[in-house]
């Protein structure tokens, strides 16, 4: 059976989602990679080495790929009898997943954590921030279309050799169409907040955008990334790339400090595979102390500073 | 300019979510509220609004209940809403959603459709780029900025790495993310006001919409939990637990 992975193109190579995604496709069956992005001789080998057999390559060049994406995609399962179709959780991946199940009226599981064939497709998901584990079994008639989340699966080469390659032309996407005009790398300093091993993280408690100052001397003195939880992002004091939760990022670093979180649902199921977990809060009740391996009821402003302190004398 | 915006009723997320034992759906009170994601969109609309003359039309799915959240949203400055309460359509999964809103919005007519990027009581993120695909309209997606230009809109779109800027002509539909915008608090004369906005109710049978179960659940249990760990409250020395935790996990 061919299993169908989504792949996209970030900074000239496929996102790490996208290796995630096919270390579990190689694992149920024959891989086919529908991959959107300039690619190159190195992209190709890449996803080869992590099990890719077969790759369809589609440039949007300057077009939002999303609605051309779906259509060329959508013919190919179709044609391919497809029982499965896996994307990541990168905004791309969400863009072309929804408008791929809407026009083959294929059912959309999102949230996915596992997924087995059995006599139909199951895919295991989380719901309520992680609370409960919840099994569905889709309609097997038709392709599924599974949003995983991320880091649900490890990637890991396999030494694959080079996939045999077919080109996909853009289809005539009329009024759906779209053109991306400018294209901004925002730089950040330090460790990608996904793959830091340290993610000092910030809440409404932190008082105002200033107390960002004390996080980001904490991180880059643990070698950490900085995050944030919606409330701050939506406040305006870190942009949008911080945020980690079910509407941001999903971290698993082997620490994780919170400040200032009073650790709501949203939050918590983007950070709760953290290896471990210290929160410092004012709120003794504050449900991020229910999950913490080291809790400190106590005032972010008196002890971070004190914490940064002892770390420079170190 | 006809704008749409879509926007749901929740549980109160104050509260402790449940799940019906027999269907596994939400178990929803007659007292709902407006989703607070659902604000920036309904911000960006009213802004819309404002600078093209236009008018603001909420599209909402579920139990009407109280009609609290609906009146929320109502007294921000929304014109009228459009509400599709069916007990057919419990249960329903994203597409189902995508497929109602959309028949709901087409059957108004509109130039700009506007929702949030997921729900917060939900977990598929995937309505808004369902409904693109059915209205065939571009999905300008996780939009940070919101501008009308000459050639219809342009966005800002977030990335992993940054963003992009994306145009297109109108109709479009617009899915927003939090910090868009700042939303406006509705004023006293606004929560007034919305008491006797207009909100139509119709059903799944007036949309001319016949949705099928594309998936069902099979089973839902309780993921176990992480157990609490050392609780210390601070009496001014407290960071220097800290200093060995971090210590015993070889951090520094």
């Known amino acids: 059976m061919t299993i169908w992975v989504f792949a996209e193109e970030q900074l000239g190579s496929p996102t790490d989602g996208s290796l995630e995604l096919l270390a579990k496709a190689r694992s149920l069956g024959d891989v086919s990679v529908f991959y959107v992005g300039a690619g190159s001789d190195d992209i190709w080998a890449t996803l080869g080495d992590h099990g890719a057999a077969k790759v369809h390559h589609l440039d949007p060049v300057d077009a939002l790929p999303s609605a051309g994406a779906a259509a060329a995609l959508g013919s190919l399962l179709e044609s391919d009898s497809a029982t499965v179709v896996l994307f990541g959780s990168g905004n791309t991946d969400r863009d072309v997943a929804g408008r791929l199940a809407a026009r083959l009226s294929a059912p959309l599981v999102g949230g996915a954590l596992d997924v087995a064939l059995d006599d139909g497709v199951t895919v295991i998901s989380e719901i309520l921030g992680g609370t409960k584990s919840i099994t569905t079994k889709v309609r097997n008639d038709t392709v599924a279309v599974i949003v995983t989340r991320p880091k649900a699966f490890e990637s890991e080469p396999i030494g694959g050799g080079t996939p045999e390659l077919a080109a996909v032309s853009m289809p005539d996407t009329g009024r759906s169409s779209a053109v991306i005009s400018e294209r901004h790398v925002e730089e950040r300093e330090g460790p990608a907040l996904e793959e830091a091993s340290v993610v000092v993280s910030g809440g409404r408690g932190l008082g105002s955008a200033d107390g960002f100052d004390m996080m980001r001397e904490l991180a880059g003195l643990l070698e950490g990334a900085v995050g944030g939880s919606r409330a701050v992002v939506d406040a305006g004091w870190v942009p949008y790339s911080y945020q980690v939760g079910q509407t941001g990022k999903t971290v698993k670093p082997e620490v994780y400090i919170a400040c200032g979180i009073s650790g709501a649902m949203q939050h918590v199921v983007g950070m709760k595979g953290s290896a471990s977990i210290i929160a410092i809060n004012k709120d003794p009740d504050a449900p991020i102390f229910a999950i913490a391996d080291l809790g400190i009821v106590g005032d972010v402003h008196k002890v971070v500073p004190q914490l940064i302190e002892a770390l420079k004398n170190q | ?252």
């Open chain 2, 1 to 252: 300019m006809n704008i749409a915006v879509c926007v749901k009723q929740i549980p109160d997320p104050a509260t402790p979510y449940e799940l019906d034992s027999e269907n596994h759906w939400i178990v929803r009170p007659n007292d709902q509220v407006l989703d607070d994601t659902d604000r920036f969109g309904i911000e960006v609309a009213l802004q819309l609004a404002e600078a093209s003359e236009g008018t603001v039309t909420l599209f909402s799915m579920g139990p009407s209940g109280s009609l609290k959240g609906i009146r929320q949203a109502l007294a921000m400055g929304a014109d009228k809403a459009v509400l599709i309460d069916d007990d057919t359509l419990k249960g329903s999964d994203a597409l189902a959603t995508a497929r109602i809103l959309s028949a709901a919005i087409a059957a108004e007519g509109f130039d700009i459709v506007i929702a949030g990027t997921e729900s917060t009581d939900g977990f598929t993120g995937a309505v808004p780029q369902m409904m693109s695909e059915i209205l065939d309209v571009p999905c300008l997606s996780f939009a940070r900025k919101v501008d009308l230009v000459d050639e219809g809109v342009a966005i800002e779109r977030q990335t992993a790495s940054g963003y992009e800027v994306v145009t297109a002509s109108l109709p479009a539909l617009l899915a927003v993310t939090a910090g868009v915008v700042e939303p406006r608090y509705p004023t006293f004369k606004g929560i007034m006001q919305a008491k006797s906005k207009p909100v139509d109710t119709k059903t799944a049978a007036d949309l001319g919409v016949e949705i099928n179960v594309e998936q069902t659940v099979a089973a839902v249990t309780n993921v176990e939990a992480r157990q609490a760990g050392t609780i210390v409250e601070d009496a001014g020395e407290a960071f220097l637990e800290i200093v060995s935790f971090l210590k015993d996990r070889k951090v520094i």
